[in-house]
């Protein structure tokens, strides 16, 4: 069965730097999402994506934030410059088309920083 | 706005025992729902949505829409059922979840 693969598992960076979150959704996928967990609270929405252009964001999704889709098969969280609370789990998800069409998780990236 | 409460953060029980994990929402219009679980070191996914009226793997949710709930039961929990369960809710023309907070249940041999 077709996954979401996401990498790195885990980063460590260090405040200020700029981290590259990667996604890759199942291939015949449209519509791309970041979620959120800070350890201990609930998965939160960021940013969907759809027909190459963000379709909605939450107020999470600030301007220190960025997504694209550089290719036809990667989807990328990017943090520009990041802060200690950004520390959390980031969850890529997928769906295809249809409101009923479930979200398809990737395993998750941990990022702490420190 | 809707919103997905998860009262319990954690819910213990013996196995063979029945399992309620509860789910109440807020929200003005016709919801879809679902529960989602995550089992130790893997990743999020559909256990079950309202509108499949589906068993999976024991489990039962109905949409009480008068309690404004989708309560998740099974009758006997085994120990494999321990895990992270989230409610999630689509409203209007939205079809971006929102997540509830998580109920662990731990079952125990």
């Known amino acids: 069965e077709p996954e979401v693969t996401q990498t790195p598992s885990h980063q460590v960076t260090q405040m200020g730097q700029e981290v590259i979150l990667r996604c890759v959704p199942i291939s015949n996928h449209l519509y791309f999402y970041w979620y959120r967990q800070i350890l201990g609270q609930k998965v939160e929405f960021l940013v969907s994506f759809y027909n190459n252009e963000i379709s909605e964001k939450s107020e999470i999704f600030d301007d220190q934030f960025s997504v694209e889709r550089p290719d036809g098969s990667n989807f990328t969280l990017k943090i520009r410059s990041t802060k200690l609370e950004d520390s959390a789990m980031y969850f890529c998800?997928?769906?295809?088309?249809?409101?009923?069409?479930?979200?398809?998780f990737g395993n998750g990236t941990r990022l702490t920083v420190t | 706005a809707q919103r997905v409460t998860q009262p319990e953060k954690l819910l213990s029980v013996f196995k063979g025992a029945p399992v309620e994990l509860k789910c109440n929402y807020s929200y003005s219009g016709s919801p879809e729902l679902f529960w989602y679980v995550q089992y130790s070191r893997q990743r999020l996914q559909l256990l079950l949505r309202h509108i499949s009226r589906e068993s999976i793997k024991g489990f039962t949710a109905d949409l009480n829409k008068g309690e404004t709930s989708f309560h998740l039961k099974k009758p006997f929990a085994q120990e494999e059922d321990s895990a992270m369960y989230y409610c999630a809710l689509k409203g209007g023309g939205s079809y971006i979840p929102t997540f509830g907070r998580g109920t662990s249940l731990i079952v125990h041999p």
């Open positions: 998800a997928s769906s295809g088309t249809g409101n009923n069409s479930p979200l398809h």
